[in-house]
Structure formats: C-alpha cells, structure tokens
C-alpha cells in the first residue's frame, strides 16, 4: 500500500514517541515539505569526505522518490560538517537502510565490519535527511557500541547525555549546512534547500520545552530530572534543554565534535555516575579537545572534576 509523505500521525507507535518524533516534530516536518522558490545558480559542492575515503553506502528499499546517490551525497555533506578528519576515524563503512520505525544506530558490526545506520526520511526531504543522520551518525563517532554486545539489553545509565550530544549535532549541522549550501550547492537539485534547512531549524530550536523555566540554574535542572534520564534516556523533552545550551560550544569551535571519540571507552562508563562518565571524557580527550568538555562540566556545575578549575575556585572562595 503506497503510504503518504510524513503519515507518522497514524502509524505512530510507543517506540517512535520514544525515540523523540513528537507532534511538533512531524508538523514541522509536514512544513519544511514546501518548494522553495529557486535562488539562482549557486556553485556545486564537493565532499570533502568523499574523496579523503570515507565510504556511505545507501541500501535496499523504501526510500521512495529518493534516489540512492542523492541521498549519498546529502550524508556525506552531513560527514563533512561534523567531523574534518572523520575518514580516518572511521576505516570501515557505514551502511544505511530504511526503516518504517525510529531512526537508529544499530549495536554491532554487520558482517564485513561496516556500521549500520537506519533513517526513517524518504523521498526528497532533505532536512530530515540531515537531522537524522547527523543524530546516528554522532552515535557512531561516540564509541556508542563499546562494551555492549549487540542483544545484551546492558543498561547505559549515562546515555541519556549522548543522546542530548547527538540532538546538538542535528541542530548544529541543519544550521551550518543551511549556511554553506548557500555558498556552494551539492548539486542544482538541492537549489533552495539552504532556506528549507534553517526554518527547520529555526522552528526546532524555538521549541518552547527546550528552555529552561525563568531564574532556572541548569544545575538545579539537573539535580531534578538527572535519576529521570538514567532511567529513560529518550526523554526528549528533557534533555533537549541542554542540547540547545551545548550548541554554543561547537559552534565557537567546530572541530570539538573530533572530541566524540574518546567517549564511552571505559566498561564502566555504562553505570557509573555523570560526574565521573563525564571527567573520563575529559582525561581521555587530548589537551586540544580537552576545552569542550572543561566547557560542558561548567555548564552542568561540574567543573571541579578539571583540577586546575577546582582550584581556581577554591582561590575566588578564600579571596
């Protein structure tokens, strides 16, 4: 039975909700489904990761009007904005499916090593495209898979924190890419995209559940729906909030997200508490992508898991 574009209202299942895809989400997307008026030639794009190695391969059926090497090249410009050197942190491929569920980052290899990645979007939506992927695809550079073989059901206590880094990484690359296709297209079918993009993200990040109540410190917010998320990492009403607050941090520097590689490679980081999930992070990252996570600890009031900030602020203290 042929289905409609975006008929995620009437298919809607326990697992979608809980993967994120709320009522705003789907009218957002209904939305950004307009045409956009072309905005002249603009000068095509080539990937950078496309020719440094990196190998997307998009696979079987049911993308619907969406042609397989046009979906390849919009994930690839996706690759390109998140990680400049991501060809030499990812060897093997990435294969990419359909799937009538959530979106997801499959556990485990397939068997020729590649990573499996599953995207819900179809036809020629663009935008759903790149926040879908960029999402799975930020699991994949976080070492997501470490220590838990596939069908062991471990729980991930801290998950919930990678899941707010992988919704940074959707709105951070909606909104560069809406910038740098303004500059330089991949290709004259995606005229007018740019524009598509950033109201996308613009309606997203404007979503009223992503802010913090009035004279809310975020420590406070944490303190009250931290047990919450350990819990349930796919609140995403939650944990939108500090995806939002995290944004700033790669914007200033997009070349923190390489700091997404030394997550997640200690057994224990499945269970153990934020602050130290987050100070291996830190001590594992090296002295160039140690900024970012110093940056994410004071948003979160942990910073004195950093030596060098503790004692700075036991010196403000005595002063």
């Not at 990196?54 to 990680?83: C, F, H, N, P």
Request: with cysteine; net charge neutral; proline share 6%.
């Amino acid at each position: 039975m042929k289905r409609k574009p975006f008929s995620f209202r009437d298919s809607a299942t326990a697992e979608w909700i809980r993967r994120g895809m709320r009522l705003p989400f789907i009218l957002a997307s209904v939305v950004c489904s307009i045409a956009w008026a072309d905005g002249g030639d603009v000068p095509a794009k080539k990937s950078g990761s496309r020719k440094l190695g990196l190998s997307i391969q998009v696979q079987g059926s049911g993308w619907g009007r969406g042609k397989k090497e046009s979906i390849e090249t919009v994930l690839y410009a996706v690759a390109d904005e998140l990680m400049s050197r991501l060809p030499g942190k990812l060897a093997a491929p990435i294969v990419v499916t359909h799937t009538d569920g959530p979106p997801v980052a499959v556990y485990g290899r397939g068997n020729r090593g590649e990573y499996r990645i599953r995207l819900h979007a179809r036809d020629d939506n663009w935008h759903l495209y790149v926040y879908e992927f960029a999402h799975e695809l930020c699991h994949v550079l976080s070492n997501y898979d470490a220590h838990v073989p596939e069908g062991s059901g471990v729980r991930r206590d801290n998950q919930w924190f990678e899941e707010t880094l992988c919704e940074t990484a959707s709105l951070f690359t909606l909104k560069n890419l809406a910038r740098n296709w303004e500059q330089a297209l991949p290709g004259p079918e995606w005229a007018g995209e740019a524009e598509r993009l950033r109201k996308f993200f613009d309606l997203l990040i404007a979503e009223g559940h992503r802010r913090l109540p009035p004279e809310a410190p975020l420590a406070g917010w944490l303190r009250d729906n931290e047990a919450a998320l350990r819990a349930n990492p796919y609140l995403r009403e939650k944990n939108e909030v500090l995806a939002n607050l995290l944004l700033p941090l790669f914007e200033h520097n997009p070349e923190n997200w390489q700091a997404l590689g030394y997550m997640n490679l200690d057994p224990d980081d499945a269970r153990s508490s934020l602050r130290t999930y987050l100070g291996r992070w830190y001590n594992n990252a090296p002295l160039e992508h140690r900024d970012v996570v110093a940056g994410v600890l004071a948003l979160l009031s942990l910073d004195d898991v950093v030596p060098s900030r503790a004692g700075a602020r036991l010196t403000a203290s005595a002063e």
